[in-house]
């Protein structure tokens, strides 16, 4: 049987096979090709002087240009919201022949753009950026040695269900921190519990999971039975730095009292600026580890909370401890406003 494909130096031994005079079919017998194979190695060498293959141009493209940027403007429309789905449907009115949806997401991605949950931003006025500016800039000088004296705490709401304020939106890869594919906090939902939390740039400490408010005896709770345990797992008690968020009732006199009896040292934290805190990024990563559960009650959120938590690995705790060096240059170059964290 002929071989069907045939390569490049068998097309050199029909051509010096042929000068020899040797015919099409004998030559074609002793390669193992069909004559038709020869005629054509001969004929492509007189064309072109060579044996390649042809160059073939594939499958045409279903977009040009012209409607690729038609494409790039629709995943801005609607605040870049539109799903795929809505994206081929818009686009396919546009056009003369419609296309598929796998089409249009083939694009997408090959134009590096993705469908992101928006990301939330606080809402920083001119005097929150400017306190944060003057925070970086005093603490610029600070060393890793300095900031593995300081435990960061953390104190936030988890939802068992989505938040109806969450928003899908196209972006590139890169703009995922960029002004206007973020919007600013919501507040606003039901189904929760509260959650307080401390790190080490040893690991983690205690957290404590709670229904309802915070208030000064609840807070000085805290202090006593989680705080303190903190310290005596990582043999903290005589040197450390309470890093801890504005809330109201934490700077009132008995709060104040506490830390002093304690013996802490506190860092002073500019407000909105849980950009800045390390902490705020395992908050992140346990979100969305909650988000691939199937959560349906507040006990199974507490326990996922809880296992979560205990998963955190000291070598990670260790890494956002002294990435605060980074934060703060970067916030410092952006002049106060967010960054990238």
């Known amino acids: 049987m002929a071989q069907k494909n045939v390569r490049e130096y068998q097309r050199v031994q029909c051509i010096e096979l042929r000068k020899s005079g040797m015919s099409y079919r004998t030559i074609g017998k002793n390669l193992g090709i069909s004559r038709a194979s ?49 994206l081929t449907i818009k686009l396919n009115e546009l056009l003369e022949k419609p296309i598929c949806r796998r089409t249009v997401l083939n694009y997408l991605q090959r134009y590096s753009f993705e469908y992101n949950i928006k990301l939330k931003k606080p809402s920083l006025k001119k005097q929150h950026r400017e306190a944060r500016l003057q925070w970086c800039l005093d603490h610029s000088n600070w060393t890793i040695n300095d900031w ?31 002004e206007s594919c973020m919007e600013v906090e919501s507040t606003n939902g039901k189904d929760c519990v509260g959650f307080w939390g401390i790190i080490t740039w040893k690991g983690t400490g205690c957290c404590k999971i709670y229904n309802g408010n915070i208030n000064n005896d609840a807070y000085c709770d805290i202090l006593d039975n989680y705080l303190l345990p903190t310290l ?4 903290l008690e005589d040197n450390f730095i309470f890093q801890y968020d504005n809330a109201r009732f934490s700077r009132s006199k008995q709060i104040q009292t506490k830390l002093q009896e304690l013996h802490a040292k506190v860092l002073k934290w500019p407000t909105k600026s849980s950009d800045l805190n390390p902490i705020e990024q395992l908050s992140a990563m346990i979100y969305d580890r909650l988000r691939s559960r199937r959560i349906y009650s507040i006990k199974e959120l507490i326990d996922g909370l809880s296992t979560e938590w205990s998963s955190i690995t000291p070598e990670l ?18 002049h106060g406003n967010c960054i990238d964290y």
């Open 38 to 86: 020869v005629q054509r190695a001969l004929e492509r060498f007189e064309e072109i002087g060579g044996f390649q293959d042809r160059h073939r141009s594939g499958r045409p493209k279903k977009l040009n240009e012209q409607k690729l940027c038609i494409l790039k403007h629709l995943t801005q429309d609607d605040d870049n919201q539109s799903s795929i789905h809505e």
């Open 148 to 178: 593995k004296q300081v435990l960061f705490s953390y104190e936030s709401t988890f939802y068992f269900i989505k938040s109806k304020s969450e928003m899908n939106i196209w972006q590139k890869k890169d703009e995922h921190w960029n």
């Open 232 to 235: 005596q797992l990582y043999s």
């Open 317 to 334: 705790c260790e890494k956002l401890v002294i990435s605060m060096p980074q934060r703060i240059e970067k916030c410092i170059a952006v």
